[in-house]
């Protein structure tokens, strides 16, 4: 059974203050790792895929990296309005695309 | 482009009475989904599709049936809705890669 662990539950920072969310999964076969931003009252809204270890991908101040057993995001300069809660998911190698989800990174980034 | 669309935004039921979601995507996808959020829970599967006709249990099935009888709608239905149901249902669609996600159905059962 494919499981996402995701740290810190919540993460308070200073704008500017750069730090890093933490995904560890264990997946039959990974056939990818997925970011995403939910924010209050809406859907959550994708950011990355990555599907092997060592890939990197950057959006704006935000950098996901993967290894063979976790992935970090790394946000870098935050400001306020990357507030937000972060979603870690992985796809095995089953049918549908079905993805399996962490219970996500709540960050709060203040002035 | 609408994207995933959802139907209603807000509900209340009582216990024991039901009721149906409606979901609906414009981009084509084969793949549709129903999660459902709670606190500390995380997104978990309900019932998802490969395609239009098609239906699959996911992690959490019981107390849920679905519909897929066009390519562009999903529909959920409680039949006999429990307090146990309260929770924002998420309808989502995928065509393979990543699955984007509509705004979400607040449900709360009295």
């Known amino acids: 059974e494919d499981q996402v662990t995701q740290s810190p539950e919540a993460l308070r920072l200073q704008e500017g203050e750069s730090s890093s969310l933490n995904c560890s999964y264990t997946?039959?076969?990974?056939?990818?790792l997925f970011w995403y931003r939910q924010d209050p009252g809406k859907g959550p809204e994708f950011l990355f895929t990555?599907?092997?270890a060592g890939e990197e991908k950057e959006k704006e101040r935000l950098k996901a990296t993967l290894t063979k057993k976790e992935s970090f995001l790394h946000i870098t300069a935050p400001k306020p309005e990357d507030s937000a809660t972060y979603l870690c998911?992985?796809?095995?190698?089953?049918?549908?695309?079905?993805?399996?989800f962490g219970t996500g990174t709540r960050l709060q980034v203040t002035l | 482009n609408a994207g995933v669309t959802q139907t209603p935004k807000f509900r209340v039921l009582k216990t024991g009475q039901s009721m149906t979601l409606l979901c609906a995507q414009d981009?084509?996808?084969?793949?549709m989904y129903w999660y459902r959020q709670d606190p500390g829970m995380g997104l978990r599967l309900i019932h998802y599709?490969?395609?239009?006709?098609?239906?699959a249990k996911g992690e959490v099935p019981d107390g849920y049936n679905v519909s897929r009888l066009k390519k562009q709608n999903f529909l959920l239905g409680l039949e006999s809705a429990a307090p146990s149901q309260t929770s924002v249902y998420f309808c989502?669609?995928?065509?393979?890669?990543?699955?984007?996600f509509g705004p979400g159905t607040r449900l709360t059962v009295t």
């Open positions: 989502a669609s995928s065509q393979g890669t990543a699955i984007n």
């Open positions: 997946v039959s076969g990974l056939r990818g």
């Open positions: 990555l599907y092997s």
């Open positions: 998911a992985v796809r095995d190698t089953g049918t549908a695309s079905k993805l399996t």
């Open positions: 981009m084509n996808h084969e793949y």
């Open positions: 599709s490969v395609g239009e006709g098609t239906t």
